[in-house]
């Protein structure tokens, strides 16, 4: 069974970094596309940052230069590093993992609540 849990989200001022991080199990971060979508009330859900197959790294404009992807194959996670947060970039981030060749293999976690405001 395919399970990400997230961490690291909270309360910063604009301005601040956080660092997030998901845990998979029952699949593997290297064989897959994985990626951070983020949900805000009132707003579409955006994928933020996605590293696609073959370590292609993707971010949305609203947060290029300021936000990076990456993830350890051995611990079978992902992270999104948070520079500079402006309180636009608040909501519930969600790590999702794909497969671009199965439409029906697409998971994705719970989420974690980032909130940036002063």
């Known amino acids: 069974q395919v399970q990400l849990v997230e961490s690291g989200g909270g309360l910063v001022q604009p301005g601040g970094s956080l660092r997030l991080s998901c845990a998979a199990s029952g699949t593997a971060v290297s064989a897959y596309s994985v990626g951070w979508y983020r949900q805000a009330p009132g707003r579409q859900r955006e994928l933020v940052a996605a590293i696609i197959s073959g370590d292609f790294a993707n971010y949305a404009d609203s947060v290029k230069d300021r936000f990076t992807i990456s993830k350890d194959n051995v611990k079978n996670m992902v992270y999104l590093q948070m520079n500079n947060l402006k309180p636009e970039d608040t909501g519930v981030y969600h790590c999702?993992?794909?497969?671009?060749?199965?439409?029906?293999?697409?998971?994705w976690g719970q989420g974690t609540r980032v909130t940036v405001s002063s």
């Open positions: 999702e993992i794909w497969s671009d060749y199965d439409p029906e293999y697409h998971y």
